[in-house]
């Protein structure tokens, strides 16, 4: 793999932005910051937005990756986030936001340009008055596709409970299986 980096200090959305405009149809900087915004909304808007969002944001061969379910496919995508409906309220707070790589990976002859950032925030679940409050790390894995910057992957660290990321991926992916028909069920979506 060929890496392009960029200086490791951190960033508002504005340098992230700038400091990918060398990379060939590189999103704008309002690119960026729209797209930051609506991962937010994908934790506390409600399920019609969450739609919305993800397909207009995420490829049809989108991954989603956290420490206990991982799953692929938009629909997948949208029961896992559908599934935060559960809870009262959730917040989400932008803490930072780490500078873009241009990824080239290769596919046989092909290359394809991925770019890869770091959303640094603090979510909130209320179920009750007390939230359950996780400082995450959310990496996103950008590919340009029908003319346009789409998320390939996102995963979600959570960076204070990280005693929680050592579930073997085959079960994550069961997990998620499961999850997402449960949740898809429940919604009645399938």
Request: hydrophobic letters at 35%.
């Amino acid at each position: 793999m060929k890496y392009a980096t960029f200086s490791s200090e951190t960033s508002s959305i504005n340098s992230v932005a700038s400091k990918i405009s060398s990379i060939s149809s590189t999103p704008s900087n309002q690119n960026i910051k729209e797209l930051c915004e609506n991962v937010k909304k994908l934790y506390i808007a409600d399920p019609k937005k969450k739609k919305l969002i993800v397909s207009k944001y995420y490829s049809n061969l989108c991954e989603f990756v956290d420490p206990l379910v991982k799953v692929k496919g938009r629909e997948n995508l949208y029961a896992q986030f559908l599934a935060l409906n559960f809870f009262n309220k959730v917040e989400v707070e932008i803490l930072n936001i780490e500078p873009v790589v241009e990824v080239i990976k290769k596919a046989g002859d092909y290359e394809t340009p991925e770019l890869e950032f770091n959303i640094i925030n603090k979510q909130s679940y209320y179920k009750t008055k007390n939230p359950f409050v996780l400082k995450t790390n959310t990496k996103l894995n950008l590919v340009f596709e029908n003319s346009h910057w789409v998320v390939l992957k996102h995963k979600d660290t959570w960076i204070d409970h990280s005693k929680f990321d050592i579930t073997p991926e085959f079960l994550k992916s069961l997990w998620g299986s499961f999850t997402s028909l449960l949740i898809t069920s429940w919604f009645g979506l399938k």
